[in-house]
T-cell receptor, first 110, second 111 residues
Framework: QKEVEQDPGPLSVPEGAIVSLNCTYS??????FMWYRQYSRKGPELLMY????GNKEDGRFTAQVDKSSKYISLFIRDSQPSDSATYLC??????????FGKGTTLSVSS | DGGITQSPKYLFRKEGQNVTLSCEQN?????MYWYRQDPGQGLRLIYY???????QKGDIAEGYSVSREKKESFPLTVTSAQKNPTAFYLC??????????FGPGTRLTVL
């Protein structure tokens, strides 16, 4: 079992929809949880960063971590065509390399 | 202009050649990483370095080599021993907040 599992999709939604992206992880020692957005042929860019359990909101994006169920979520409200990208979840312990999910490809149609 | 630079953006290699991918950073981060990305495979760790003159193998180090002579630089050499090198290569640094920041990537194609 991979340490971080992510459904690769693809996921297609109409503009304005609420998008839910999810990952599960197996290592209970993970403390830091991240979401990256990667456009085609570009490097991933850090989108959201969360320490331990809880929610974090930034504009249209909300990251949620439930350590009891080892579940990581990213919600996108009022999705836009510019949100079309691959979204990577990642987790780690302090001072260690990130463990990445395989990424979910999202397409938002206008 | 701060950040991570990778060069070249596109690289073509003939069979049996060694090629070196450049990664430079001016973020003053100690730790640097090399990942390989293939369609449907996610990011796979090749090598990482937490300090100058020290580096460790990642999950898929065979056929690759690195050096870390300066804090700012972490070049990756893809050797002829790497049988399937065509991929997108990403360099990253690790900041104080335990997040990683990525460069723009180098796309390597074997002819």
């Amino acid at each position: 079992q991979k340490e971080v599992e992510q459904d690769p999709g693809p996921l297609s939604v109409p503009e304005g929809a609420i998008v839910s992206l999810n990952c599960t992880y197996s290592n209970s020692a993970f403390q830091y949880f991240m979401w990256y957005r990667q456009y085609s042929r570009k490097g991933p860019e850090l989108l959201m960063y969360t320490y331990s359990s809880g929610n974090k909101e930034d504009g249209r994006f909300t990251a949620q971590v439930d350590k009891s169920s080892k579940y990581i979520s990213l919600f996108i409200r009022d999705s836009q065509p510019s949100d079309s990208a691959t979204y990577l979840c990642a987790a780690n312990q302090a001072g260690t390399a990130l463990i990445f999910g395989k990424g979910t490809t999202l397409s938002v149609s206008s | 202009d701060g950040g991570i630079t990778q060069s070249p953006k596109y690289l073509f290699r003939k069979e049996g050649q060694n090629v070196t991918l450049s990664c430079e950073q001016n973020l003053n981060h100690d730790a640097m990483y090399w990942y390989r990305q293939d369609p449907g495979q996610g990011l796979r760790l090749i090598y990482y370095s937490q300090i100058v003159n020290d580096f460790q193998k990642g999950d898929i180090a065979e056929g690759y080599s690195v050096s870390r002579e300066k804090k700012e630089s972490f070049p990756l050499t893809v050797t002829s021993a790497q049988k399937n090198p065509t991929a997108f290569y990403l360099c990253a640094t690790h900041g104080d907040t335990d997040t990683q920041y990525f460069g723009p990537g180098t796309r390597l194609t074997v002819l």
